[in-house]
């Protein structure tokens, strides 16, 4: 059989897209809400304000002219990454991690002229990287070095965990992992790997790759398996403090872990994907329900997440 | 809890008006569910045949008003050198020829189309009943009428079985001394049923003569045939006079009730009237259509078969388009097959249906294939987002007219029609698909393309189903049963085909 009986799917309590919509993100996310999120300079904004970590802004540009101001605002940096603030799924990041005899160097090691990041933040302002071609403005911000606990299981780009939190509680986490087919990037229907999380305790557990168990990245051969993520709770506390600055129910946090900064918030999302489930083999229904039901206490952050941890493990 | 049961119960009353509607023209009105089904109609020419005398000459012909069972649909009066007119009078319509000096054989026709409708049609005019003029019978007769009135009595129990007796007395082989007096006076068939009338009249039954014609296919120069009705307290009941059978006969079309003769001549003579009956096929959304206008219900009257035929036929591709965005809404929510842009597949089937499928398909990919190409280049160029739109808008007209040229001059006619496509459409396609090429890598864009045509090919194959397109043109009320459906599936919140695949890993333990 190619298909799950859908009783069995509904008794273990696994989300589909239909009641994520429904239930979920129509029901928790006012409308309204939605541009704090999806235009990372107002995130970024609403986060420094809560004092909630975030990569720093470097600078931003606009409009057009303000292109050939880049070069010298850009001459004290010499690793940065320039992403449109509209965009999603990873697309339009240029990431610079170098300069050299005045030509700057990507990930990869390929050099690159002014004149080529001054197309690239161009293009970015004209909406080439935000859908429907609205007008967007280029961010230039902090570069993070990722922590080395993912050095040897992550393949170029940079990997992220990814939190769903529902009304404040973290419900769910993942760890994603970039790979070669998945271009640097960390999105699963991209091709990187979904690792589930531990809730309780911050460890990694099986891992899923274009939809099917794995236990090693096939770009570096090393098990994911068993990891523990440092600063596990303090992760957490950073995730569910979005709640109170966004409004927004339903939401996934992307995270990343810098080396020297720890925890840093990268996005948030309004329609977070469902692939957690599977990367954490087990379905999210249920711990949304039990979620529900605490909503009512109105308890505080640190209440919240002990509540997370106390409950959600597997 | 409380918007969640009014969203319900809209839902219920949508579906409930657009089923409802459906059956009620269904079963009232007898509109066929599935398209080119026949019905037969029966046609029934009347021909009047007399001698001008030379002066002024007077038709009066009676002619059908209603049948239980049957409802006419036309009437033809086909006559030279005569004025016409309708007239109505207490036991229905006459047809009135009239000339000022006609002279030699004269021949007058009027006919009738008419077809079954069994449970839409007209009331039966019914007058009072009365006990109708007792005839004049002599002594002898007298005597011998009384006789088998009060034996017929005495072996009877009410009017009905007194009538079956005397009539069963009346054709029995065996006959009675008085019932064979009778007779003498009475042998044809015609006087046999004057006769019955009398003695029925005699024993105080109110009594009448209803004439028409058995229908059957080719028959020619027939002439009416005589059914009695007996009325037995509270209501009409026919009988047969020859066999006594009770009940109006199947296949029998009132022509004339009453005893008001069937032609009135003035100004001529030897008058002859003979019936030919013929049987044909309509369309039986023809004869449907023609139910519902006779019973004059508002709904129909503002239907779409009131607008001109043109209209009409704008309108038969739009009540498609409901159609197809079900399918759509399926295939998102039910089945969970991603297209890009919702509609999208929708437009390019109602294209389809002016190319016809496999020459719409080639020309599809051709102008899409072409455009992203085009598109590519344009991308290089940096251009803002609605310049560059334009552009691929103006770069796509000039491909359909440059592929409309060269397959004309090809000779190959479906070049023309991919004019019909809608290029608004195709220069978006161009672009969301070149914009997912860019984003999210060829396969994603590969995959999304083919989605959206696959689902359009659907689309297309439902829509052009002849039942489909039968169902939404002649029950456009459907569409509020369709859009119920739509809502319901709108608050669907189980999973998607797709996912039962996709999370199937989850269930494996």
């Known amino acids: 059989m190619i298909f799950a009986n859908p009783l069995k799917l509904s008794k273990h309590g696994v989300l589909g897209m239909n009641m994520r919509n429904v239930d979920f993100v129509y029901a928790y996310n006012p409308r309204h809400l939605f541009p704090q999120v999806d235009n990372k300079l107002i995130t970024k904004e609403l986060a420094e304000k809560a004092g909630i970590a975030v990569p720093k802004l470097y600078a931003v540009v606009h409009f057009q002219h ?17 992403k449109p603030s509209k965009g999603s799924g990873g697309k339009g990041i240029l990431v610079v991690t170098g300069k050299q005899n005045g030509y700057y160097m990507k990930a990869s090691g390929s050099l690159f002229d002014n004149k080529d990041l001054d197309h690239h933040v161009s293009n970015i302002v004209s909406g080439l990287y935000s859908l429907g071609g609205q007008i967007d403005s280029a961010m230039i911000e902090y570069y993070v070095n990722f922590s080395p606990i993912f050095k040897d299981i992550s393949y170029q780009g940079v990997p992220d965990i990814r939190v769903l939190l529902f009304q404040g509680y973290p419900a769910m986490a993942m760890l994603r992992l970039p790979t070669r087919m998945s271009d640097g990037k960390a999105n699963l229907h991209q091709g990187a790997i979904g690792v589930g999380v531990d809730i309780r305790r911050g460890t990694t557990l099986g891992g899923v790759y274009h939809n099917r168990p794995i236990e090693i990245h096939p770009d570096t051969g090393k098990s994911f398996k068993d990891i523990s993520i440092p600063n596990w709770h303090d992760l957490l506390i950073l995730a569910a403090r979005c709640y109170e600055i966004t409004g927004l129910g339903y939401m996934g946090i992307d995270i990343v872990l810098d080396k020297t900064y720890g925890p840093m918030i990268l996005e948030l999302n309004a329609r977070p994907g469902l692939a957690i489930q599977v990367a954490n083999d087990v379905g999210l229904v249920p711990r949304l329900r039990k979620i529900e039901k605490m909503a009512s206490k109105k308890l505080d952050i640190e209440q919240r997440v002990r509540f997370a941890q106390k409950e959600f493990h597997c | ?140 007769y007298r005597t011998a009428a009384d006789t088998l009135i009060d034996q017929t009595r005495t072996l009877s129990a009410d009017t009905l079985t007194f009538t079956a007796e005397l009539i069963k007395r009346l054709n029995s082989p065996s006959q009675s001394q008085n019932v064979k007096l009778l007779l003498r006076e009475h042998n044809s068939i015609k006087s046999k049923t004057e006769l019955l009338l009398g003695l029925l009249a005699r024993a105080g039954i109110p009594a009448r003569i209803v004439r028409g014609l058995f229908l059957e296919d080719g028959i020619r120069n027939r002439s009416l045939f005589d059914l009695i009705q007996v009325y037995d307290g509270s209501q009409w009941v026919f009988f047969n006079p020859l066999t006594g059978d009770i009940g109006l006969p199947e296949d029998f079309f009132i022509w004339q009730k009453g005893g008001k003769s069937l032609l009135d001549l003035v100004g001529g003579k030897d008058s002859n009237v003979s019936f030919s009956i013929t049987r044909d096929l309509r369309t039986s959304l023809e004869l449907a259509s023609h139910r519902a206008d006779s019973s004059k219900a508002a709904f129909i009257d503002f239907s779409i078969y009131s607008l001109p ?201």
Not at chain 2, 341 to 367: D, H, R, S, Y
Not at chain 2, 483 to 505: D, P, Q, V, W
């Open chain 1, 66 to 82: 303000q292109v050939k101001l880049l070069p010298k605002l850009l001459e004290s940096y010499d690793q940065f990454v320039v």
């Open chain 2, 1 to 140: 809890m409380h918007s969640k049961l009014q969203f319900y119960i809209i839902i219920f009353f949508l579906a409930l008006i657009g089923f409802g509607l459906t059956f009620y023209k269904c079963f009232f009105f007898e509109y066929p569910l599935l398209p080119g089904k026949y019905e037969e109609v029966w046609i029934v020419e009347a021909k009047i045949t007399f001698t001008a005398e030379g002066g002024p000459v007077k038709a009066s012909f009676f002619t059908p008003g209603a049948t239980p069972g049957y409802l006419i649909q036309n009437e033809d009066f086909a006559s030279t050198n005569y004025g016409f007119t309708k007239t109505k009078d207490e036991y229905g319509w006459r047809a009135n020829w009239h000339a000022r000096e006609v002279k030699g054989f004269q021949t007058l026709y009027y006919r009738v189309q008419f077809f079954s409708s069994v449970r839409f049609n007209l009331a039966l005019l019914d007058e009072k009943p009365a006990v109708g003029d007792t005839p004049f019978f002599d002594e002898l």
């Open chain 2, 309 to 509: 035929i043109e209209k009409q036929n704008a309108l038969k591709l739009l009540l498609l388009v409901p159609i197809g965005a079900l399918v759509v809404v399926i295939m998102n929510n039910l089945v969970g097959l991603p297209t890009s842009g919702t509609f999208m597949p929708v437009l390019i089937a109602l294209a389809f249906k002016q190319t016809e499928l496999l020459p719409g398909l080639c020309m599809f990919c051709i102008i899409i294939g072409a455009g992203l190409q085009i598109r590519s280049y344009l991308s290089h160029l940096n251009l803002l987002f609605v310049p560059r739109i334009s552009a691929v808008v103006i770069v796509v007209i000039l491909l359909m007219t440059g592929m409309s040229v060269f397959s004309f001059k090809l000779g190959i006619q479906h070049g023309l029609t991919i004019t019909f496509f809608p290029m608004i459409i195709l220069a978006w396609t161009i672009e969301r698909i070149s914009l997912i090429w860019e984003e999210l890598g060829h396969k994603e864009a590969l995959t999304q393309a083919l989605g959206s045509l696959f689902v359009a090919c659907i689309v297309f194959l439902i829509m052009d189903n002849s039942i489909v397109e039968h169902l939404t043109f002649t029950f456009p009320e459907l569409i509020l049963a369709n859009l119920a459906t739509i809502l319901l599936i709108g608050n669907y919140t189980g999973y998607r085909l797709s996912e039962l695949r996709r999370f199937k890993s989850l269930v494996k333990k």
